[in-house]
Nanobody, 125 residues
Framework: QVQLVESGGGLVQTGDSLRLSCAAS????????MGWFRQAPGKGREFVTA???????IYADSVKGRFTISRDNAKNTMYLQMDSLKSEDTAIYFC???????????????????WGQGTQVTVSA
């Protein structure tokens, strides 16, 4: 059974940092595009960032310069370092993976085949 499990969410204050992790099991994603999305209350799922297996990354404009995605293929794990957090970053954060090796970086949730259950990030003013 393929699983993606996020961890590291929590309640922080504006300007603080958090590091999210996404641990994959059931198969290796070492050559798959993986990404992070988020969903705030009452809003749709929003692209945050994605990374190829060679660590080429793209970011949403809203997080560029503040968030950093990375991955450890040996551990089948992906990370999201979030710095200078703002109240508008409050959301449930989901990790996702595309099926197929060496795919293209994409920003659309429908292009991702595997999803975690999400971890809550709350940033208080």
């Amino acid at each position: 059974q393929v699983q993606l499990v996020e961890s590291g969410g929590g309640l922080v204050q504006t300007g603080d940092s958090l590091r999210l992790s996404c641990a994959a099991s059931g198969r290796t994603f070492s050559r798959n595009v993986m990404g992070w999305f988020r969903q705030a209350p009452g809003k749709g799922r929003e692209f945050v960032t994605a990374i190829t297996w060679t660590e080429i990354a793209i970011y949403a404009d809203s997080v560029k310069g503040r968030f950093t995605i990375s991955r450890d293929n040996a551990k089948n794990t992906m990370y999201l370092q979030m710095d200078s957090l703002k109240s508008e970053d409050t959301a449930i954060y989901f990790c996702a993976a595309r099926n197929g090796a060496a795919g293209a970086l994409v920003r659309t949730a429908a292009n991702y085949d595997y999803w975690g259950q999400g971890t809550q990030v709350t940033v208080s003013a």
